[in-house]
């Protein structure tokens, strides 16, 4: 799919209903940031196990990509191009991103219970990270 919105923003929705495994895969989008809702939006309460098995983006480029408030067992970021990756506020059992490396990466109170994460935090790279209340762990160069 390739999404070359005018407006301001686009987002993928799965209505009212969490799915139990979600894949968004080969999306190109253009300037527009990118909200993937499919977890409710925010929340005063958490589920445990959460209703959302598996959330995977795969082979996407999309500049900004927010995943606000994500609540799944498993989120993999896997080999895309994306400048800014905000995944502020989620509950997540096990954070993957892996084959992409985003100028800059929000996980602003995210709560992980697993990790592999391939970027690393340092100047040296030029990235800007952000783990202000999160429970993640970045190597630092």
């Known amino acids: ?6 407006r301001d923003d686009s987002s993928f929705q ?3 209903c969490v799915p139990t495994q979600t894949l968004i895969q080969n999306v ?23 209703p959302n098995k ?14 606000n408030w994500a609540q799944t067992e498993h989120l993999r970021i896997e080999n895309c191009e994306i400048e800014n990756l ?6 997540i059992g096990f954070l993957e991103i892996v084959g992409t490396r985003p100028f800059r990466l929000d996980l602003s109170r995210t709560q992980v219970k697993r990790q592999n994460i391939a970027v690393t935090q340092g100047t040296a790279l030029g990235n800007i990270t952000i783990l ?4 993640v762990k970045l190597e630092k160069q």
């Open 86 to 91: 905000n995944i502020r506020d989620g509950r």
């Open 1 to 6: 799919c390739r999404f070359f919105s005018p």
């Open 14 to 16: 799965c209505g009212g």
């Open 28 to 50: 190109t989008c253009g300037d527009a940031q990118v909200d993937l809702v499919c977890t409710g939006g925010p929340r005063e309460k958490w589920a445990d196990p959460p």
């Open 54 to 67: 598996t959330f995977t983006v795969r082979n996407c480029k999309i500049p900004t990509l927010n995943i």
């Open 132 to 135: 202000e209340g999160s429970n």
